[in-house]
């Protein structure tokens, strides 16, 4: 899906030694519960490299949700690197689950890569902070504010 920032890497199909850098911001959208207020912060070095294209760089996103085991509002960073080959033959991005699926044509979609790169790179839980005590079970009180009758 070409969600509008795209970058056009006929250059680099060329077959020259070309690098481009690519900086931009773009949007991640919401996902189980986490969303990012603001876009993501983009920084790649394109290449071509034996008919590949080589992809490097960093995905820089702030996001927001709620602690797993308190509820309690957070915000942290998403921080992802991006090392990858993308198959530049014909065909080679048909296959949307496949690895070059953020090639459109002779685009490179930095959004869909972007999203793909925060997406993976969030922790499978998130907690606001690594002593958090969680909730009672029996009766919901926050026990991080103090014990309960049930503690």
Request: charged share 20%; glycine share 12%; proline share 5%.
């Amino acid at each position: 899906m070409v969600r509008g920032h795209s970058v056009d890497i006929t250059g680099l199909l060329s077959g020259s030694h070309q690098v481009m850098q690519v900086e931009d911001e773009v949007p991640i959208d919401s996902f189980d519960g986490i969303v990012f207020g603001r876009p993501a912060r983009v920084r790649l070095r394109l290449r071509p490299a034996d008919g590949d294209l080589e992809v490097q760089g960093s995905v820089d996103a702030h996001a927001a949700g709620v602690c797993d085991a308190c509820l309690a509002p957070i915000e942290f960073d998403v921080q992802g690197n991006v090392d990858e080959r993308l198959d530049l033959s014909p065909g080679g991005s048909a296959d949307p689950f496949g690895d070059s699926n953020v090639l459109v044509g002779d685009r490179l979609d930095v959004a869909d890569l972007a999203q793909q790169v925060v997406l993976s790179a969030l922790p499978m839980g998130v907690r606001c902070s690594t002593e958090c005590k969680g909730l009672c079970p029996a009766c919901g009180a926050d026990l991080n504010a103090g014990a309960c009758s049930h503690t």
